[in-house]
């Protein structure tokens, strides 16, 4: 089955600097590939999402990319800001349902 | 639009008692159910899935069970509670597998 991998588990940026998080896959069939920003106590939200058939995405200060050749694909958050600081959680699917990363703690300093 | 409910939010229990977690979604008909389980630090586990009434898949053989008694409800059961069952359990929605998915607020549930 896929299996995900996620890295950093945890990273430390300045405000206003960018963040950069890596995720590779295993199953070549998947092709969906979303991304879930977590808060403290709640449930994971979709911040944004790319299909195999597309290389980037972006919306305002976040982007997406994938490369599937090399079965990888990178959350890439710019300007970062205090609000930004949670968990972020890759995942991977195809016809199958989603196989998520790790996480990755993300912390914006003042 | 849609809105999913899990209920309860947080929840403590003996070892040995038994459990059961709802989860209902409004506002669309026939969506495929999740239940995921957090523990810290091991990102989430897909327990359950299901696609339709009555029709459920599970990943990984463990002391829980799941329902879908209703096209829009989902329930996570168990008879006898572990230790090992505390974690932070999570439901979510999607058309299809290959649709993002929306999740619930979660239950901690703690077992002592």
């Given amino acids: 089955g896929e299996n995900v991998e996620q890295h950093p588990s945890t990273l430390s940026v300045q405000e206003g600097d960018s963040a950069v998080i890596k995720c590779t896959y295993s199953d070549s069939a998947s092709n969906y590939f979303p991304w879930y920003k977590q808060e403290l ?8 999402d ?8 972006k919306d305002q200060r976040i982007a997406v990319t994938l490369n599937k ?5 990178s959350l890439h958050i710019t300007e970062t800001q205090p609000e930004d600081s949670a968990v972020y959680f890759c995942a991977a699917s195809g016809n199958t349902p989603l196989v998520f990363g790790k996480g990755t703690r993300l912390s914006v300093i003042a | 639009s849609q809105t999913i409910h899990q209920w309860p939010a947080t929840l403590v229990q003996p070892v ?7 989860c209902t979604v409004e506002g669309t008909s026939n969506p495929n159910l999740y239940w995921y389980r957090q523990a810290a ?18 990943e990984v053989p ?16 168990s ?29 901690r549930l703690t077992v002592v």
Avoid: M
Wanted: hydrophobic share 30%; glycine share 16%.
């Fill in chain 1, 41 to 48: 106590g709640k449930g994971p939200q979709l911040i944004i």
């Fill in chain 1, 50 to 57: 790319i299909r195999s058939n597309v290389g980037e995405k």
């Fill in chain 1, 69 to 73: 050749t090399a079965k990888h694909f």
């Fill in chain 2, 16 to 22: 040995g008692s038994p459990l059961s977690l709802e």
């Fill in chain 2, 41 to 58: 630090g091991r990102g989430l586990q897909l327990l359950f899935y299901s696609v339709g009434i009555g029709q459920i898949s599970s």
């Fill in chain 2, 62 to 77: 463990q002391n829980l069970s799941a329902s879908r008694p209703q096209d829009r409800q989902f329930i996570l059961s």
């Fill in chain 2, 79 to 107: 008879k006898k509670l572990l230790l090992s069952d505390s974690g932070f359990y999570l439901c979510a929605w999607s058309h299809g597998p290959e649709g993002g998915y929306t999740f619930g607020s979660g239950t």
